[in-house]
């Protein structure tokens, strides 16, 4: 068997993002309808052993880094057992997880022990009525405060904080997100919101892009292009001089990044999904539970990984019937 995974475009595939739930406990406006989505059965979804098999076959075939995502992580029953079993595949070097942080504070201790070295954690604003107005979860904020300072306190590094760009919405808070990396040593990124089924108006009227965002903060001070933190996938980093933290972001939509992509996905029910989007995605679920082989699938996977994502603005055509980014984890 090979131990590495090249695509049919050269690019190296080290990097496995895994989906344990498609359910969330917030409903972000760009992210989830109000009224949530049809959920997933529950012998649908792989239980962890499942998804420990599943990364260590692909560990032995060059498997490096896996990063756990929803839906929302942290509401799955006892996420660190999964953490622990995923710690123990040889070849797998690093673990992270993206979360609302909503429940972060009382599971940071037990994931940190169990094995989880790093933390992105989402947060649009910096106001408590705000956030909860975005995520339509009044009580929110102060959670997600506590699960920040929680990540903190146990040591993830480096922390990253994710930041959905909406005109109108948060925009005005650019510059205060830019202001957190001048006292604390976090990655604050940028995202630029992506259309998806759910999200057609919002992500058309409200659409605005990194380059604004990153001129808006050089009015404040001028910017250095700078190394990012381990494990960057295809974020650009920049740094106000002297900054113990840095500013990044990610543009899906005006500059293509998927040259640099190191990933594949897995979903909840076992789905390996080379691209975010668009339809192309293997059955590894019900392969695995009949006993047979995953080397092949994968390596098919593998080949047929397509060069780019073809999404438009206003158009859910080149997400290939994503309604949310929550079902195949973001
Ligand atoms: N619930 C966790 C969280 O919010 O971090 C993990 C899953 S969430 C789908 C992963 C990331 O995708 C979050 O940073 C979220 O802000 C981002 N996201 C969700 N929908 C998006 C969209 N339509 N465009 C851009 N980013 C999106
Ligand atoms: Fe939930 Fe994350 Fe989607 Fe927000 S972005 S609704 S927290 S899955």
């Not at 050269?10 to 989906?19: K, T």
């Not at 192309?280 to 092949?296: C, F, H, K, M, S």
Request: hydrophobic share 40%.
């Amino acid at each position: 068997m090979n131990d590495t995974m090249v695509d049919g475009f050269g690019r190296r595939i080290e990097y496995l993002r895994i989906s344990v739930t498609d359910k969330c406990n917030l409903r972000c406006v760009y992210c989830m309808p109000m009224e949530g989505l049809p959920w997933l059965k529950r012998a649908e979804i792989l239980s962890y052993e499942e998804i420990v098999e599943i990364v260590r076959v692909m560990a032995g075939m060059g498997l490096k880094r896996v990063r756990l995502t929803g839906g929302e992580p942290l509401i799955r029953r006892d996420l660190h057992k999964l953490v622990a079993g995923l710690r123990a595949v040889p070849g797998i070097e690093n673990i992270a997880l993206s979360t609302n942080a909503v429940l972060l504070d009382e599971q940071a201790e037990s994931l940190r022990d169990a094995g989880v070295d790093r933390v992105n954690i989402s947060l649009d604003s910096l106001r408590p009525e705000r956030v909860e107005r975005i995520a339509r979860r009044p009580g929110s904020f102060e959670k997600i405060m506590a699960g920040l300072a929680a990540a903190e306190r146990v040591g993830f590094e480096p922390l990253k904080v994710n930041v959905v760009l909406m005109r109108g919405e948060n925009d005005d808070e650019i510059e205060s997100f830019a202001e957190l990396t001048r006292t604390n040593p976090w990655h604050v990124r940028f995202i630029e919101v992506m259309p998806t089924g759910s999200n057609l108006q919002l992500s058309a009227d409200q659409f605005l892009s990194c380059d604004e965002a990153l001129e808006r903060l050089r009015r404040v001070e001028r910017l250095e292009p700078t190394e990012g933190p381990t494990g960057n996938g295809p974020a650009a980093y920049y740094r106000y001089p002297g900054a113990p933290g840095t500013i990044g972001v990610i543009t899906p939509m005006s500059h293509n990044f998927c040259g640099a992509c190191n990933r594949m996905r897995l979903t909840a029910d076992g789905q390996l999904r080379p691209c975010l989007f668009g339809a192309i995605q293997t059955n590894l679920r019900d392969p695995l539970r009949a006993g047979e082989d995953l080397v092949p699938l994968i390596e098919h996977t593998l080949r047929i990984k397509p060069e780019r994502h073809y999404l438009e603005q206003g158009s859910d055509v080149g997400s290939g019937g994503l309604v949310a980014l929550s079902q195949t984890g973001g």
